[in-house]
């Protein structure tokens, strides 16, 4: 077969419309074979002559999309000095856009032989591998614009394309589970009830299925289990995976645009599916394994594992870091995404040995014109040693708040702790983020994820149930800080049933009402269960897929409701923090923009932050100390609020501060179901708050009396303005309508 020289750059299969430039990286490989594969099978190998600056390349005309090809590299194979080059393995292009099939399992994958994790095995792996596909990049985005919303503004959606499209009985059967479902109507109409700005999809990338997962007759559902990081997952294609999973997918994004939602990616870069030394041989093993995974110094059989997963990528390599970057900067510029939610962040940071918020990586996104603009999410830890750094990444990322997650349950389950705390995390966590520099933005709020118990189960079990795992219940989190309201998973008990309503409720208000950006996870706001299952990763079933036929209705037109009053009150999303200092108001004496209330309606005082630990605590929002002006310029002023908390065990009177913070309240919320939609309270009143109920008071506001334009209004107006010029002494007519 004809081929040229090509270039060296993009990296990857390149179609030009005449033919493909196929260009890969290996420093160490000593010879470097591209294998093209016809539709029956046919192998056909063009030995890729030229190389420069370690990248072999070719252009091959007439190579057009939907071209299947793999690599063969050749060099030595000493696992002990960090190399496993094996030419009878077919390797899959790190760079590849699209990928066709699944790794069929079995001893050909393989780099050695089983039993003997030292051997070498030789069996040519080529009919049981994925393979790349060229892709046609041409697509009609039809003036596709990203929506751009401010960080204040952002409420994230955490949600698996399968698992949430797969039971819709309004999506067609063909098409659930895959990105056209979720560019389904049904499901941009409920993300736009729910006021949901932005939807983050659990991982994408082209990933693979475990094999030890699914010789127990499980799977790799959540796909953390990365193999190539330009591809989109061809098991969520509805129309095939020679190249249409990245049309659709394009075509996903563009429907979201259209309804305003952004799409955030949940991205994996910490780790590869081929695992540990015992692992298997797809791709960057086989291509340059020292330069793409961390091994241990001691012995270069070994990989570092910082993820918990066998191995962790090599950030310390220009060249593992320019696959991240061109990883990221490709799925914003050729696939439109939004931003970027990092699996296990610090894990990036480990530039060395310890985590470095002074890293390459983050250098890198720094000064890309290209990532640097988009929304940068940090999951800030990992498993290795100083790896939790909630509070530790550089000033334009934002992190997945875990202290907010922990002291919120703590708070509503009725744990002890210093008020202190809660009073943190509800108003942006200024103790973690402020240093740096960085606004409550920063503070991604999050009550449940995919990782842990549902927001229904949070309030239903104390223990977790992983029985479905096959791990006799020894996988997943123990600190899971839940609460079963009295009764271990399912009851008929009415009191149970209602107490469990009322705390998701409070949950919800708490995250949609926090200073920060709130992220609620897919199918919370329908009452979605696990039955108890803290970690459904490999449970691609009814166990997690959202069931939309039992959906708890109340829950979510009151979820639709808080974020409404989110969206339409800036008080519930400032951009600054709070300082405590008073907010002079045009007219009246100057009150604080934030004030914490004791029960008897007096403020909280230092010694009432440092006597022990309470359950019960309110919160004056100043509406004029915003301190912030609207894309015009204008200043931002809203109405005042108070927030009432009681996560006690009984009721208890809250008394209505005096007249300085406003005359009269209106009670907007009441999870405990007694005070919402009654008339208006007073200074000094008594507000009876439920046990483990939340209430929000806005302060009152007469109707505005409308103009009335009416004939027989204007002949009464006229006959007004008649009388006044015939009294003596009156201001002529003139003057009056001056």
């Not at 009876?688 to 109707?703: M, N, T, Y």
Request: aromatic residues 10%; charged residues 25%; proline residues 6%.
């Amino acid at each position: 077969m004809q081929t040229w020289p090509g270039s060296t750059y993009p990296l990857g299969a390149t179609f030009d419309g005449n033919g493909t430039n196929f260009a890969v990286f290996s420093e160490a490989a000593e010879r470097v074979e591209l294998c093209l594969f016809g539709d029956r099978g046919k192998e056909t190998r063009i030995e890729l002559v030229d190389t420069d600056a370690y990248v072999w390349h070719g252009y091959v005309p007439n190579i057009g999309p939907g071209q299947r090809y793999g690599y063969r590299m050749y060099g030595p194979y000493d696992p002990a000095a960090g190399m496993r080059f094996n030419p009878n393995k077919l390797l899959l292009d790190p760079y590849a856009k699209a990928v066709e099939g699944q790794v069929a399992w079995g001893q050909t994958v393989f780099g050695y032989t089983f039993g003997d994790p030292d051997s070498r095995n030789d069996e040519d792996s080529a009919a049981a591998m994925m393979k790349g596909v060229v892709i046609n990049p041409f697509f009609d985005w039809g003036g596709d614009r990203a929506p751009k919303t401010p960080y204040a503004e952002t409420f994230i959606y955490e949600a698996h394309v399968k698992g949430l499209t797969e039971r819709h009985p309004a999506i067609p059967e063909e098409i659930r589970g895959t990105y056209s479902a979720i560019a389904h109507p049904a499901i941009i109409e409920h993300l736009k009830k729910l006021g949901v700005t932005a939807i983050e999809l659990m991982p994408v990338h082209q990933f693979v299925d475990d094999s030890l997962l699914q010789e127990k007759g499980l799977s790799n559902y959540w796909g953390y289990n990365t193999i190539a990081f330009l591809a989109p997952q061809n098991t969520y294609a509805s129309t095939g995976e020679r190249g249409q999973q990245v049309q659709e997918f394009k075509g996903m994004v563009r429907a979201l645009h259209a309804a305003g939602i952004e799409v955030i990616l949940d991205v994996v870069y910490n780790h590869t599916a081929e695992g540990n030394h015992l692992g298997p041989t797809l791709s960057m093993r086989g291509i340059d394994n020292e330069a793409y995974y961390r091994l241990e110094e001691k012995d270069k059989r070994y990989y570092t594992d910082y993820t918990g997963t066998g191995n962790s990528l090599n950030v310390g390599n220009p060249h593992a870091l320019q696959l991240i970057m061109d990883s990221l900067r490709y799925w914003v510029l050729e696939m439109h995404v939004d931003g970027f939610r990092f699996d296990l962040a610090s894990a990036l940071a480990r530039e060395f040995y310890d985590v470095d918020r002074l890293a390459a990586f983050f250098e890198l996104v720094q000064q890309d014109p290209v990532v640097s603009q988009v929304k940068l999410i940090a999951e800030p830890w990992d498993v290795g040693p100083g790896g939790y750094q909630v509070g530790n990444f550089p000033p334009q990322w934002t992190e997945w708040n875990g202290r907010y997650r922990d002291t919120v349950r703590d708070f509503w389950r009725g744990e002890p702790q210093a008020l202190g705390e809660f009073a943190e995390r509800l108003t942006g966590s200024a103790d973690l983020y402020e240093h740096s520099g960085r606004r409550p933005v920063a503070s991604v709020n999050f009550v449940t994820a995919h990782d842990g118990f549902t927001l229904r189960d949070l309030v239903s079990y104390n223990g977790k149930h992983n029985e479905a795992n096959g791990e006799d219940n020894k996988d997943g989190a123990d600190d899971n800080r839940s609460w079963n309201c009295g009764v271990e998973g399912p009851t008929d008990d009415p009191a149970v049933l209602t107490l469990r309503a009322r705390q998701q409720r409070n949950f919800i208000a708490t995250l949609l009402l926090s200073q920060g950006v709130p992220m609620l996870l897919h199918g919370d706001e329908l009452g979605r269960t696990q039955q108890g299952n803290n970690n459904g990763y490999d449970q691609d079933n009814e166990l997690t897929w959202v069931d939309w036929e039992n959906v708890d209705q109340p829950l979510v037109e009151f979820t639709a409701a808080l974020s409404k009053l989110r969206r339409e009150h800036p008080t519930f999303r400032r951009g600054r923090f709070f300082n405590g200092r008073p907010v002079r108001r045009e007219e009246g004496a100057p009150i604080p923009d934030i004030a914490w209330l004791r029960p008897d309606g007096t403020e909280m005082q230092p010694e009432d932050w440092d006597s022990g630990f309470g359950r019960a605590i309110g919160v004056f929002l100043n509406g004029d100390g915003i301190r912030e002006r609207d894309r015009r310029g204008q200043p931002i002023a809203d109405d005042h609020f108070i927030v009432l908390f009681n996560a006690g065990d009984e009721p208890i009177d809250f008394h209505i501060p005096d007249v300085s913070y406003s005359p009269r309240w209106d009670v907007l919320v009441d999870t405990g179901g007694a005070l919402a939609g009654g008339a208006p309270v007073d200074p000094g009143d008594a507000v009876r708050l439920e046990a483990k109920a939340l209430a929000v008071l806005c302060e009152h506001r007469d109707p505005e009396v409308e103009a009335d334009h009416s004939v027989a209004a204007s002949l009464a107006a006229s006959s007004l303005t008649t009388s006044i010029d015939e009294v003596p002494g009156a201001a002529p007519k003139s003057e009056l309508q001056r």
